[in-house]
């Protein structure tokens, strides 16, 4: 069974940094493309980065340059780094996986981060 674990949401003020974590079990890690998403109240869920197998990279023009996406094969673990922190960041934020073959998908259960002023 798949899981997706995510930490290290919480407070920070505008211009402050947050760095998630989503450590996943159930499946080879390895052999899947991870990313994060996001959902602000009364919103849709939208992509924020996504991380390949091979460590390509793409992230929503909202976070570009303020945001990293990184991945430690060794470890099973995805990790957003956010710097610059804005009010509009503010959203739950989800771990995703999808296998490179068998295109299964997979979400964590959220972690807040909420921006303050």
């Known amino acids: 069974q798949v899981q997706l674990v995510e930490s290290g949401g919480g407070l920070v003020q505008a211009g402050g940094s947050l760095r998630l974590s989503c450590k996943a079990s159930?499946?080879?890690?390895?052999?899947?493309?991870m990313g994060w998403y996001r959902q602000a109240p009364g919103k849709q869920r939208e992509l924020v980065a996504l991380?390949?197998?091979?460590?390509?990279?793409n992230y929503a023009d909202s976070v570009k340059g303020r945001f990293t996406i990184s991945r430690d094969n060794a470890e099973n673990t995805v990790y957003l780094q956010m710097n610059s922190l804005k009010l509009e960041d503010t959203a739950v934020y989800y771990c995703?996986?999808?296998?490179?073959?068998?295109?299964?998908?997979?979400w964590g259960q959220g972690t807040q981060v909420t921006v303050s002023s």
């Open positions: 991380i390949s197998t091979g460590g390509s990279t």
């Open positions: 159930g499946m080879i890690f390895r052999h899947n493309n």
């Open positions: 995703y996986r999808k296998h490179i073959v068998i295109m299964t998908e997979n």
